[in-house]
């Protein structure tokens, strides 16, 4: 069996997480105070050219692997650990249940055999792990194992970025599962400590949004929409005629004409809006369900001015932006100014970086 790269290990030892996405590199680091509290030690970011990675690929393998080396020099940190994660689309994952009691051996064995079940490869062409999720609640006795596998050239290409960098691949996670990782934190600082309370949660990158509806540490649903931030640059392009990098950049730094607000922003803020109104009403019409409590917002746009109070009008539920650092101590290599700007984005990055310390 190919190990998927350690996706379920536990590591201790000083440890950075590193999301790679299709516009930007991200890196997290964490630590613990004395009083047990998390510390975010650096965060920074770097941005991806157009097309250097599609669908997940890295289409353009040097120049990632030199934007994960400035990102990792601007951040300063000297760990060389890092916890990597592809996309969902990437990773096929399967809930099993196996009789309890096996060693790890014939777990394994177990696991081999039941992959060949699920997974479209042959088992030498992917890596895989799985791990023990907990009793079965369906038959005493057995166990819930996840299993978790990808194209070994996926896994790889993560692992070369990495030490093209000079770091060491350690963790190789699922993007959906460290953005939940991250969230469930804050979930917990809800009312009740968020016992029941059912979260929409809408990851809006630059091609697309992602949604998961989360209750209890499960995922009720989860759903792909082929939207996200890069529109408004386009929209800002035709607009005003400023080619494609003129246009993000200008949308980064806010120097854009004075009827950018209403002749541009409000309607996509509308339209994505209505993105996400629709995306829910797809969950409650293909499950049992008919509301969350609340819809939190992650990534480079959802802290769109007006896009909270859009989503409230559209949808009647709760929305807020998340920050993922909410209720860290700042160590002293953070820019808290800018930090607090971008945090939203650094939602899988701050979940990556907390793998370090699940035991």
Known sequence: MIPFASLFSRQPAPLI???????????????????GALVLERCAVEQLEKGWITD???????????????????????????AMSL????????????????????????VESEANQYIPFSLDEVSLDFCVVGPSTSSAGDVEVLIAASRKEKVQDRQGLAEAAGLKPVVVDVESYASRLATGRLIETLPNKGLD????????GAMTTSMQVIRNDEVLYDRDQAFGGAQ????????????????????????????????VLRPFVDNLAQEIGRAL???????????VDY??????????????????????FACLVVN????????SNVREKKMRREAPSYLSACGLAMRRFLQ
Not at 295 to 316: D, I, N
């Open 87 to 110: 996309p969902a689309s990437a990773v096929i994952t399967k809930k099993i249940v196996l009789p309890g009691g096996l060693s790890d051996a014939e777990l394994e064995l177990q």
């Open 17 to 35: 997480g590193l999301d790679i996405s299709s516009s930007s590199v991200k890196l997290v680091e964490l630590g613990r105070g004395k009083d």
């Open 56 to 82: 997940g690929n890295v289409e353009k393998f040097e120049e990632v692997a030199d934007a994960v080396r400035r990102v990792v020099k601007k951040s300063g940190t000297k760990t060389k650990n890092v």
């Open 295 to 316: 819809v939190m917002l992650a990534g480079g746009s959802s802290a769109l001015p007006g896009l909270t109070e859009a989503v409230t009008a559209q949808t009647s």
């Open 324 to 331: 993922p650092f909410e209720g860290m101590t700042m160590g």
């Open 197 to 204: 309370t059912m979260v929409a949660l809408f990851e809006v």
């Open 232 to 263: 408004l640059t386009q929209l800002i392009v035709r607009q005003y005629g400023f080619s494609p990098e003129e246009a993000e950049t200008k949308k980064r730094s806010g120097e854009l004409p004075e009827d950018y607000e209403s002749g």
């Open 281 to 291: 009403q797809f969950f409650f019409t293909s499950t049992p369900h008919n509301r």
